[in-house]
């Protein structure tokens, strides 16, 4: 059922040792990624070929609409272990157009178990509902969300006492919010400038003094 994706790998393993005969046994002795992708889980949206980065370059968590959700342990977990272990310099929250979770939360329905998992997209679409509401247009009105959903996680992040705890010892990690455009390929930095964005933010959400 899987030949083509073993022989993919056979094909892919060939490649890289014709470049590189250490190529695996480098890649074995550890991982010293700069960056943290949080992405979405969209089958269309693959972190590494759209910044065309390898293995090793990137920690990556994704879920449905790039959601940072202070309950989730998961994501806590790969938060907690990329700031602190892998001293990540950055985190990219990187939503896309034409997502399937934002587009379901614009539209009211029930959704079973991803009720709960919505909601905090529906909580985005209410802390913007004017702006959004004022939009006629609905592919507009769609892609805004998108946008404004990465803006919010990126918060979310700020809000993570480990990013917390870092970025006040060390000035890292930054946070960075792009869109995939999946209807050109294209990436847009929302240029979200943390440092200035987020600092009336931070006056509510500090932890300081932190351990
Ligand atoms: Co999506």
């Given at each position: 059922m899987f030949e083509q994706f073993f022989e993919n790998n056979k094909k892919w393993v060939a490649d890289k040792l014709d470049i590189d005969p250490d190529y695996f046994e480098n890649l074995s002795k550890g991982q010293h990624p700069e960056y943290l992708y949080i992405g979405c889980s969209?089958?269309?949206?693959?972190a590494e070929d759209l910044m065309g980065v390898g293995p090793g370059e990137v920690f990556i968590h994704r879920n449905i609409a790039n959601l940072v959700v202070s309950t989730d342990n998961n994501l806590n977990a790969v938060v907690q272990y990329a700031v602190?272990?892998?001293?990540?310099?950055h985190i990219i929250v990187c939503g896309h157009y034409e997502c399937g979770g934002v587009k379901a939360a614009l539209n009211p329905t029930?959704?079973?178990?991803l009720n709960s998992w919505l909601q905090t997209l529906r909580d985005v679409y209410r802390f913007h509902q004017a702006e959004l509401d004022a939009i006629t247009d609905q592919q507009k009105r769609f892609d805004r969300l998108v946008e404004l959903n990465v803006r919010e996680q990126c918060i979310n992040i700020i809000k993570i006492d480990h990013v917390q705890r870092s970025w006040y010892r060390t000035g890292y990690p930054k946070v960075w919010g792009w869109v995939f455009n999946v209807r050109t390929g294209g990436i847009n930095d929302?240029?979200?400038v943390a440092e200035e964005e987020f600092a009336s933010i931070r006056k509510i959400y500090d932890l300081k003094p932190l351990g």
């Open positions: 969209d089958s269309r949206v693959t602190e272990h892998l001293k990540v310099k029930d959704m079973g178990q929302l240029g979200l």
